[in-house]
Protein backbone atom coordinates (compact mmCIF):
# COMPACT_ATOMS: atom_id res chain seq x y z
CA UNK A 1 0.00 0.00 0.00
CA UNK A 2 1.29 3.71 -0.97
CA UNK A 3 0.60 6.57 1.32
CA UNK A 4 -2.18 7.29 0.26
CA UNK A 5 -4.33 4.09 0.44
CA UNK A 6 -3.05 4.09 4.36
CA UNK A 7 -5.02 7.33 4.60
CA UNK A 8 -8.02 6.07 2.74
CA UNK A 9 -8.06 3.19 4.97
CA UNK A 10 -7.73 5.16 7.70
CA UNK A 11 -10.62 7.43 6.69
CA UNK A 12 -12.54 4.31 5.87
CA UNK A 13 -12.21 3.10 9.27
CA UNK A 14 -12.70 6.39 11.19
CA UNK A 15 -15.46 7.06 9.17
CA UNK A 16 -17.48 3.87 10.07
CA UNK A 17 -16.05 4.44 14.14
CA UNK A 18 -17.52 8.04 14.86
CA UNK A 19 -20.84 7.65 12.14
CA UNK A 20 -23.38 9.00 14.28
CA UNK A 21 -20.84 9.08 17.56
CA UNK A 22 -22.14 12.30 19.61
CA UNK A 23 -18.55 12.18 21.78
CA UNK A 24 -15.48 13.69 20.94
CA UNK A 25 -13.25 11.92 23.35
CA UNK A 26 -14.26 8.50 21.46
CA UNK A 27 -13.71 9.96 18.03
CA UNK A 28 -10.75 11.08 18.85
CA UNK A 29 -9.00 8.07 20.91
CA UNK A 30 -10.10 6.12 17.78
CA UNK A 31 -9.29 8.27 15.16
CA UNK A 32 -5.88 8.34 16.99
CA UNK A 33 -5.45 4.61 17.58
CA UNK A 34 -6.27 4.04 13.57
CA UNK A 35 -3.79 6.80 12.68
CA UNK A 36 -0.79 5.50 14.44
CA UNK A 37 -1.27 1.92 13.33
CA UNK A 38 -1.69 2.92 9.61
CA UNK A 39 0.53 6.22 9.46
CA UNK A 40 3.95 3.98 9.14
CA UNK A 41 6.47 7.15 10.23
CA UNK A 42 3.99 7.87 13.15
CA UNK A 43 6.02 7.67 16.55
CA UNK A 44 3.21 9.94 18.52
CA UNK A 45 -0.02 10.44 16.87
CA UNK A 46 -3.07 12.19 19.14
CA UNK A 47 -4.97 15.42 19.68
CA UNK A 48 -4.52 18.46 21.42
CA UNK A 49 -8.24 19.99 22.87
CA UNK A 50 -8.53 23.92 23.03
CA UNK A 51 -9.87 24.13 26.77
CA UNK A 52 -9.48 27.81 27.18
CA UNK A 53 -8.72 30.54 24.95
CA UNK A 54 -5.81 30.57 23.21
CA UNK A 55 -4.57 27.22 25.36
CA UNK A 56 -4.32 23.56 24.28
CA UNK A 57 -4.81 20.69 26.41
CA UNK A 58 -3.67 16.95 25.76
CA UNK A 59 -6.57 14.53 24.96
CA UNK A 60 -6.14 11.17 23.89
CA UNK A 61 -3.21 10.07 22.46
CA UNK A 62 -0.72 7.09 21.25
CA UNK A 63 2.70 6.84 22.18
CA UNK A 64 5.06 8.53 24.17
CA UNK A 65 3.97 10.92 27.31
CA UNK A 66 3.14 14.17 25.82
CA UNK A 67 3.20 17.76 26.84
CA UNK A 68 0.22 18.82 28.89
CA UNK A 69 -0.47 22.12 27.62
CA UNK A 70 0.09 24.12 25.12
CA UNK A 71 -0.32 28.18 24.81
CA UNK A 72 -1.53 29.28 21.36
CA UNK A 73 1.47 31.12 20.88
CA UNK A 74 4.03 28.17 21.50
CA UNK A 75 4.93 25.01 19.19
CA UNK A 76 3.89 23.71 15.95
CA UNK A 77 0.07 23.12 17.70
CA UNK A 78 -0.10 26.38 18.87
CA UNK A 79 0.94 28.09 15.45
CA UNK A 80 -1.13 25.56 14.06
CA UNK A 81 -4.56 26.65 16.12
CA UNK A 82 -3.87 30.20 15.99
CA UNK A 83 -3.67 30.34 12.55
CA UNK A 84 -6.23 27.81 11.91
CA UNK A 85 -4.26 26.20 9.61
CA UNK A 86 -2.23 22.73 8.98
CA UNK A 87 1.67 22.89 9.51
CA UNK A 88 4.11 20.50 8.19
CA UNK A 89 7.69 20.64 9.53
CA UNK A 90 9.91 18.83 7.92
CA UNK A 91 12.81 19.59 10.51
CA UNK A 92 11.43 20.29 14.15
CA UNK A 93 14.60 21.46 15.23
CA UNK A 94 14.63 24.22 12.47
CA UNK A 95 10.58 25.14 13.84
CA UNK A 96 11.02 28.57 16.20
CA UNK A 97 9.39 27.27 19.37
CA UNK A 98 9.01 23.78 18.46
CA UNK A 99 8.43 21.99 21.54
CA UNK A 100 10.14 18.58 22.23
CA UNK A 101 7.52 16.26 23.80
CA UNK A 102 10.15 13.37 22.41
CA UNK A 103 14.09 13.91 21.99
CA UNK A 104 13.73 11.83 19.10
CA UNK A 105 11.04 13.41 17.67
CA UNK A 106 12.70 14.86 14.12
CA UNK A 107 9.36 16.02 11.68
CA UNK A 108 5.55 16.64 12.73
CA UNK A 109 2.77 17.29 10.45
CA UNK A 110 -0.53 19.49 12.65
CA UNK A 111 -3.85 19.43 11.26
CA UNK A 112 -6.50 22.22 13.00
CA UNK A 113 -9.93 20.25 13.73
CA UNK A 114 -12.86 21.96 13.73
CA UNK A 115 -17.11 21.76 14.70
CA UNK A 116 -19.37 21.48 12.45
CA UNK A 117 -19.98 25.35 13.10
CA UNK A 118 -16.04 25.98 11.85
CA UNK A 119 -14.97 26.41 15.41
CA UNK A 120 -11.98 25.28 16.68
CA UNK A 121 -12.35 22.51 18.81
CA UNK A 122 -8.69 20.93 18.59
CA UNK A 123 -5.58 19.89 16.87
CA UNK A 124 -4.64 16.21 15.47
CA UNK A 125 -0.76 16.25 15.96
CA UNK A 126 1.80 13.90 14.32
CA UNK A 127 5.20 13.19 15.11
CA UNK A 128 8.01 10.87 13.78
CA UNK A 129 11.23 9.99 14.21
CA UNK A 130 11.82 10.11 10.92
CA UNK A 131 13.19 13.72 9.42
CA UNK A 132 10.48 15.19 6.30
CA UNK A 133 8.65 12.35 6.82
CA UNK A 134 5.11 14.72 6.23
CA UNK A 135 4.04 16.48 2.83
CA UNK A 136 1.18 17.89 1.15
CA UNK A 137 -0.27 15.01 0.72
CA UNK A 138 -0.21 13.93 4.44
CA UNK A 139 -1.51 17.68 4.72
CA UNK A 140 -4.69 17.17 2.78
CA UNK A 141 -5.62 13.55 3.66
CA UNK A 142 -5.04 14.32 7.27
CA UNK A 143 -7.73 17.48 6.95
CA UNK A 144 -9.98 14.76 5.21
CA UNK A 145 -9.69 12.48 7.96
CA UNK A 146 -10.62 15.64 10.57
CA UNK A 147 -13.53 16.57 9.14
CA UNK A 148 -15.49 13.15 9.68
CA UNK A 149 -14.64 14.07 13.49
CA UNK A 150 -16.58 17.58 13.23
CA UNK A 151 -19.74 16.30 14.21
CA UNK A 152 -18.86 14.42 16.69
CA UNK A 153 -17.83 17.81 18.65
CA UNK A 154 -20.85 19.30 18.48
CA UNK A 155 -23.17 18.67 21.82
CA UNK A 156 -20.12 19.10 23.78
CA UNK A 157 -21.41 22.44 24.85
CA UNK A 158 -24.47 20.67 25.38
CA UNK A 159 -25.32 18.46 28.86
N1 LIG B 1 5.75 19.06 19.15
C1 LIG B 1 4.51 19.71 19.54
C2 LIG B 1 4.19 19.42 21.00
C3 LIG B 1 3.35 18.22 21.22
S1 LIG B 1 4.39 16.78 21.39
O1 LIG B 1 5.03 16.66 20.10
C4 LIG B 1 3.25 15.48 21.50
C5 LIG B 1 4.61 21.23 19.36
O2 LIG B 1 5.70 21.75 19.08
O3 LIG B 1 3.57 21.89 19.49
Not at 24 to 52: C, D, I, K
Amino acid sequence: MNKIDHYREAETRIGALVRGLEDPVAAMASAASVLHELVPAASWTGFYRVVAPRMLRVGPYQGPVGCLEIPFDQGVCGAAARLEQSQVVEDVHSFEGHIACDALARSEVVVPVFDSQHTLVAVLDIDSHEPAAFDDTDRKELERIVELLSPCFDRQSQP
